[in-house]
């Protein structure tokens, strides 16, 4: 099987350091660039975990370039009570050995010569910007890691990906390419357990002691945070997707994106039971083979491990 051709778009930020590890390892994806957009820290914080990301891990040969630092028209964004004040905080990760790519991210994409799938695993502005600049024939899909089914985690109604930009996800999921929604309702259901943990650590690798290290912070700020008894490793799931499909069960739905309420600004309208007649316009992730996905994450430090 020919791997699918993907760029990552990211905001690392513990789960998507993961993300970021599955998509290097996995036989099933060739992770052709990795873009930058702020959210869980600012700009400069994010893209610096990137590249110390890759260091530690040895993808050294994917472009890392740096995008959007904030929403058109809005504040940058920081999730520093869940991520903390680098946004990636816990074990000490080696300084960045490749330079930044000095393209933005749609150059990147451009440079591909072929349509890519996006896995988005941060908010859309980036994406957002990419449609404008290269049009829809440069995606084959794009999967989000953003919304849920149900109830939010920066508002009662609204997600911190979506919460961010809504403009930019309500213009990304109006375009037209093929949109996979991968919320909460789904996310939740990945919970790295003492169990997970346990796996990961046999590994007996420094990279495998640096991801416990990861989720054991990670898992510290949920409960504190939200009382969750394990962390919900979000941004892996989005690219689990792509590259086994099957672990993932979606169903087709119309999905909207509050922009402008009060009270619900970045929420994510899905219409699973059809009360609106609206046809389908996205995907929508509602059920997680856990102990696959957990095979593939602890599959992936091993292989980057060694």
């Given at each position: 099987?020919?791997?699918?051709?993907?760029?990552?778009?990211?905001?690392?930020?513990?789960?998507?350091?993961?993300a970021i590890?599955?998509?290097?390892?996995?036989?099933?994806l060739?992770?052709?660039?990795?873009?930058?957009?702020?959210?869980?820290?600012?700009?400069?914080?994010?893209?610096?975990?990137a590249?110390?990301?890759?260091?530690?891990a040895?993808?050294?040969?994917?472009?890392?370039?740096a995008?959007?630092?904030g929403?058109?028209?809005?504040?940058?964004?920081?999730?520093?009570?869940i991520?903390g004040?680098?946004?990636?905080?816990?074990?000490?990760?080696?300084?960045?050995?490749?330079?930044?790519?000095?393209?933005s991210?749609?150059?990147l994409?451009?440079?591909?010569?072929?349509?890519?799938?996006?896995?988005?695993?941060?908010?859309?502005?980036n994406?957002?910007a990419?449609?404008?600049?290269?049009?829809?024939?440069?995606?084959?899909?794009i999967a989000?890691?953003?919304?849920?089914?149900?109830?939010g985690?920066t508002?009662?109604?609204?997600?911190?990906?979506?919460?961010?930009?809504p403009?930019?996800?309500?213009?990304?999921?109006?375009?037209?390419?093929?949109?996979?929604?991968?919320?909460?309702n789904?996310?939740?259901?990945?919970?790295?357990?003492?169990?997970?943990?346990?796996?990961?650590g046999?590994l007996?690798?420094?990279?495998a002691?640096t991801?416990?290290?990861?989720?054991?912070?990670?898992?510290?700020?949920?409960r504190?945070?939200?009382?969750?008894p394990?962390?919900?490793?979000?941004?892996?799931?989005?690219v689990?997707?792509?590259?086994?499909?099957?672990?993932?069960?979606?169903?087709?739905a119309?999905?909207?994106?509050?922009?402008?309420?009060t009270?619900?600004r970045?929420?994510?309208?899905?219409?699973?039971?059809?009360?609106?007649?609206?046809?389908?316009?996205?995907?929508?992730a509602?059920?997680?083979?856990?102990?696959?996905?957990?095979?593939?994450?602890?599959?992936a430090v091993?292989?980057l491990?060694?």
């Amino acid at each position: 099987m020919t791997p699918v051709p993907i760029v990552l778009d990211c905001d690392p930020g513990h789960d998507d350091a993961i993300a970021i590890l599955l998509a290097a390892a996995h036989p099933a994806l060739d992770l052709r660039a990795i873009t930058t957009v702020a959210g869980n820290g600012r700009l400069d914080k994010v893209t610096l975990n990137a590249r110390r990301i890759c260091t530690l891990a040895g993808v050294l040969d994917v472009p890392i370039a740096a995008g959007a630092a904030g929403p058109r028209g809005g504040d940058p964004p920081s999730a520093e009570g869940i991520h903390g004040e680098t946004a990636l905080d816990g074990p000490a990760l080696p300084d960045p050995v490749m330079e930044l790519d000095p393209r933005s991210p749609g150059e990147l994409v451009a440079a591909q010569g072929e349509p890519v799938t996006l896995i988005a695993t941060g908010p859309l502005t980036n994406v957002a910007a990419m449609l404008d600049e290269l049009g829809t024939a440069a995606f084959r899909q794009i999967a989000w890691m953003g919304g849920s089914t149900e109830r939010g985690n920066t508002t009662p109604y609204a997600e911190f990906n979506a919460w961010v930009d809504p403009a930019a996800a309500a213009a990304v999921l109006g375009s037209g390419v093929p949109f996979t929604v991968v919320g909460l309702n789904l996310t939740h259901q990945a919970l790295a357990t003492d169990a997970v943990l346990e796996r990961i650590g046999a590994l007996g690798t420094p990279l495998a002691a640096t991801v416990v290290g990861w989720l054991e912070f990670f898992g510290g700020t949920y409960r504190d945070v939200f009382g969750f008894p394990a962390p919900p490793v979000h941004d892996p799931c989005a690219v689990a997707l792509v590259a086994e499909p099957d672990t993932v069960r979606c169903v087709d739905a119309f999905v909207a994106i509050e922009t402008e309420g009060t009270w619900t600004r970045g929420a994510t309208v899905v219409d699973l039971d059809r009360t609106l007649d609206r046809p389908p316009n996205a995907r929508v992730a509602v059920e997680l083979q856990v102990d696959r996905f957990w095979d593939l994450v602890v599959d992936a430090v091993a292989q980057l491990g060694r």
